[in-house]
């Protein structure tokens, strides 16, 4: 490790030591549960962070709004009920309720009201309850939503409240709840009002609603520990505000031992490890979300840090593909209050094993009626015994040679050449190097290239043409041969509307050809032509066509 992240890391450690000594003497906050409602806990952790940094009226504001209060009204749109199933299904609700108040031992207590203006809770009774998520909808057996107001919005509510939907039919079905899934659902509604999440897994009221009588009959201990615990927070919280008494929250401190590794010279195609150190220098977790912002990048990680504690990530970077420096990083996302994202980053020179001198890719201008001959060198650039076994193009217009240089096994001569009857304008093709190394079975060199004449652009598009746009409309269109200058004799369209001018430039190895539309096309699709005659004879007519989209009869 470079002796500057030392120095970094031990200051970093020395800072989070004094500053755990200051607040050893503050009264500990209370510890969040982790599967309690995400919006509620949010605006937890800003209290806990308000009375920690000692602003107790922002703490104030925060808090007041997710007090649950001792008595809370539930309001139940019985109305909407089935008559055959109305007495079962009400005492199924009332049930939940009674469950709920006994193993909260009144601490708080839920009652029904037939004031629907004062109500808590709302339960909505309905013959479907259907949810959109992303898009997609679909029918569910309950929905409940709990409501937190926002500080210092106008006309918001002053306190939670919660809106249970819940089905009187099974979704997807003509069939009637069971009264033990009325019970599991408003007991779930319940628990939602009291700042629980809904959960995927079974052994509660918080977990899936099945409409059978296997449905979960009263909450969890683990869902009762979890509902107290939030009350007994909340009323520590509100303690706290009132009293002016700032808290010491617990809070993880992530402390990394170096931000980036330099893996050195690789092969291409090797695979590149690294091993970042992170440490955990607070007294509360610290959770990690690693991912790496590149394909070639594998991270295998400690998502979780105890306080303390050491953890590590693991990565593993595949060069295959890539020449010279490169850079790859791992984005990270933790729970940290002080350094929620971070960015470690990994580096290389990649060194092919076999190169191409002086590129892997090239450009070449074809010659009209001759061989066009183009060379390279290929380098070995390890202590293999690699061998280049054959070479071959992808074209049959081109011809691939290949030998050693003065006899030299670990550079190669590469011979390319194109012929004639290649076509003119603009193509590529591969040419192909065999090798016997397991490393780099082949090296390709990538080659592009223009011949004759060359259109740009190949076709005119004259735009997409209303009643309202300007007139006249103009496109240009250049004739380009790099490697002699050629003349054109005539230009000419198919459409008297279309107006041409053509100048020629370079000495006449460009020519450019300007065509201007004044109005007069029908509404509908257009397709013409334009015609270029020149005295060269490999393309002595260009034909180049030319559309358009009319949107309205457009006059002169």
Known sequence: MKLKNIYAF???????????????????????????????????????????????????????????????????????????????????????????????????????????????????????????????????????????????????????????????????????????????????????????????????????????????????????????DLLNARRQLMEACKNKVALYMPKPKMVIEAMEIDGGKSMRGDTVHYTFKIKNAGDAPLTIDAKPNCGCTVANYDKEIAPGAEGKIEAELKTGGFRGPIVKAIDLTTNDPDSTRASLRMTTNVVAPITIVPSETVNLVLEDSTVTKYEAELDINVDEAIEITKVSSSVPYVEAKVAPVNGDPKKYRLLVEVKPEAPVGRGAFLVTAMTNSSREPQVNLSVSYEKGIIVTPAQVYMGTIQTNTPLPIEQIVTLVKRTNGFQVEKVESDDPTIQIQHESLENGTQHRIILRYNGGWQSGQIRHKLTVKTNDSKQPTIEIPVFASVIGASEK
């Open 10 to 228: 031990l200051l970093a450690m020395l800072a989070v030591s004094v500053c755990l000594a200051q607040n050893a003497t503050r009264p500990q906050a209370p510890v969040l549960p982790k599967d309690m409602n995400q919006t509620e806990h949010e605006q937890l952790y800003k209290v806990i962070n308000s009375l920690a940094n000692g602003e107790f009226e922002s703490a104030s504001l925060l808090i007041e709004p997710l007090m649950v209060p001792s008595n809370v009204k539930i309001y139940a749109s019985w109305s909407a009920l089935p008559k055959a199933n109305r007495d079962e299904y009400r005492k199924a609700a009332q049930d939940a309720v009674n469950t709920w108040n006994s193993l909260l031992a009144n601490s708080v207590k839920f009652e029904f009201t037939e004031n629907e203006e004062n109500a808590n809770i709302h339960i909505l009774f309905e013959y479907d309850v259907a949810q959109i998520t992303a898009g997609q909808f679909r029918l569910v057996s309950t929905d409940s939503r709990l409501a937190i107001p926002k500080p210092g919005q106008a006309n918001n509510p002053t306190s939670r409240s919660s809106l249970m939907r819940v089905a009187t039919m099974q979704p997807y079905t003509e069939m009637a709840q069971p009264a033990m899934s009325i019970n599991h659902m408003v007991s779930q509604g319940l628990g939602v009002y009291l700042g629980l999440a809904v959960s995927p897994s079974e052994g509660g009221v918080m977990g899936p609603v099945w409409t059978t009588n296997d449905a979960a009959k009263t909450p969890s201990e683990a869902e009762v520990k979890m509902a107290k």
